[in-house]
């Protein structure tokens, strides 16, 4: 039983390493690139219209520094 379960999960590290370096292949073409770069401003986008008020607030304080 032991072994049947060493051979599954050597399966699935395989499986992992083959499918990480494919998601990296893709991440550094330029497509890729592309992609990360609008998810990067989509996020912030988002962060910045969550904690609007957190922002102006510490701008504030950072001004009277």
């Known amino acids: 039983m032991r072994y049947y379960r060493k051979k599954t999960m050597d ?3 395989n499986e992992n ?3 990480k370096q494919q998601i990296n292949l893709i991440l550094d073409s330029p497509e890729g690139k592309e ?3 609008r998810k990067a401003r989509e996020y ?3 962060y910045r219209e ?3 008020e957190k922002i102006r607030e510490y ?3 950072y001004a009277k520094i």
Do not use: V
Request: proline share 0%.
């Open 35 to 37: 992609y990360k770069r």
């Open 11 to 13: 399966a699935l590290r």
């Open 44 to 46: 912030g986008r988002a």
């Open 17 to 19: 390493k083959r499918l």
């Open 50 to 52: 969550k904690n609007r």
């Open 59 to 61: 701008f504030r304080e």
